[in-house]
């Protein structure tokens, strides 16, 4: 061995990082397929190319590892939302920004895509991690006196539901130029912006989202 | 035989319908309960209390059944949603009245609120019984100047979308009053209609669902 090696424990905690990515990456890949439904352990091992046991010294089930791929994609996913939207200061370029950047990420990435519309829009996950920031977001936009909304959580539960049939036509219907504007269009209707002001703010240049540190996102299953 | 009874012939087919009937019920029954994945055949004659053959002679497989409560359920909501928003003038209150009706009763029966749910709001069902309703009402709205639309498909996506994600909240928190309300006014002001006008169409008092003829009832799936 070699001083540019890394030690053993942690070249051993490398390889673990990456089998689980590759049985997290997996399972998106067969849920952006089939659905939740029906998939069974030794689909994701074959498909990770891994054995079969393998999956339960990172998994507990199949339901374990629905919920961790879930999580992980759409925290990492949010936090880079966060990075991206914390420049701008009118709350309907935030809200208008965040779900412009998770359709299109949705679309462009359609392994993520697929999985994102087949999980639906009522998974603990979603409200989990971007759940929190939408209410963030509108909270802001309600006490600035910017948005009109009777009840948040209710915005964000349509806004969720809204966003998981946007991606899934944007998807089936990819001669459909300008999904995102159109989408966010309507959410900032929905959340009380006048349309011709709406079509303005949904029509602003987007920043590339920022993904973040590439060199981390060797274990991210979004990627 | 008294002349008061029907012919053997028409007793034979009310019998049929209402076994179908029952298998249509279990099947609405057992998917608000758990949802449509891992259903299987035996569960649902056995839910119907009819043998397991019998399925057979009215539908091809399980997905054959969901489709059918599916539609079956929905068109007849919305031939109900026809009649009573019929007499409404202003498109608004029409796109408002009809979400309310589906919310109110969702909410009310609840096995079918569940089964909507559970189905999600991309079911091709969905889109095929109220798809071209909404689409309809929309088209309208636009057409006499009263909705700022930029996509009619993608509202009603949307509009589903949202409908799904509030009907199951509404579900969640039976404590939250008006959920039909709010949810009318967030959708009014997501095809362009001001803040303080969408509170004031969505709060209109509603005419009862004109649910059609009971003695017709016998043999559809959503009573």
Same mark, same amino acid.
């Given at each position: 061995?070699?001083?540019?090696?890394?030690?053993?424990?942690?070249?051993?905690?490398?390889?673990?990082?990456?089998?689980?990515?590759?049985?997290?990456?997996?399972?998106?890949?067969?849920?952006?397929?089939?659905?939740?439904?029906?998939?069974?352990?030794?689909? #994701?091992?074959?498909?990770?190319?891994?054995?079969?046991?393998?999956?339960?010294?990172?998994?507990?089930? #199949?339901?374990? #590892?629905?919920?961790?791929?879930?999580?992980?994609?759409?925290?990492?996913?949010?936090?880079?939302?966060?990075?991206?939207?914390?420049?701008?200061?009118?709350?309907?370029?935030?809200?208008?920004?965040?779900?412009?950047?998770?359709?299109?990420?949705?679309?462009?990435?359609?392994?993520?895509?697929?999985?994102?519309?087949?999980?639906?829009?009522?998974?603990?996950?979603?409200?989990?991690?971007?759940?929190?920031?939408?209410?963030?977001?509108?909270?802001?936009?309600?006490?600035?006196?910017?948005?009109?909304?009777?009840?948040?959580?209710?915005?964000?539960?349509?806004?969720?539901?809204?966003?998981?049939?946007?991606?899934?036509?944007?998807?089936?219907?990819?001669?459909?130029?300008?999904?995102?504007?159109?989408?966010?269009?309507?959410?900032?209707?929905?959340?009380?912006?006048?349309?011709?002001?709406?079509?303005?703010?949904?029509?602003?240049?987007?920043?590339?989202?920022?993904?973040?540190?590439?060199?981390?996102?060797?274990?991210?299953?979004?990627?």
């Amino acid at each position: 061995m070699t001083e540019k090696q890394p030690p053993t424990s942690s070249r051993q905690e490398l390889r673990k990082a990456r089998t689980r990515a590759k049985l997290l990456r997996s399972t998106l890949k067969l849920v952006s397929e089939r659905g939740t439904s029906a998939i069974v352990v030794s689909e #994701i091992t074959e498909e990770a190319d891994v054995g079969t046991g393998t999956f339960y010294n990172y998994f507990s089930s #199949i339901d374990d #590892i629905l919920e961790v791929a879930a999580h992980e994609s759409m925290e990492y996913l949010g936090a880079a939302l966060d990075r991206s939207v914390s420049q701008m200061e009118d709350p309907a370029e935030v809200w208008s920004g965040s779900l412009r950047h998770v359709v299109r990420y949705a679309l462009a990435e359609q392994v993520w895509g697929w999985f994102f519309v087949n999980i639906g829009a009522a998974h603990p996950a979603l409200m989990s991690t971007f759940g929190p920031r939408a209410r963030r977001d509108l909270q802001r936009g309600v006490d600035e006196g910017r948005f009109s909304i009777d009840d948040v959580d209710l915005a964000v539960a349509c806004a969720f539901g809204a966003l998981s049939a946007a991606v899934e036509r944007g998807l089936t219907n990819p001669e459909t130029a300008d999904t995102d504007q159109r989408y966010a269009k309507a959410m900032l209707q929905m959340v009380g912006i006048a349309p011709s002001e709406a079509a303005q703010v949904a029509a602003y240049p987007l920043p590339e989202l920022d993904i973040g540190d590439k060199e981390m996102l060797a274990a991210k299953p979004i990627i």
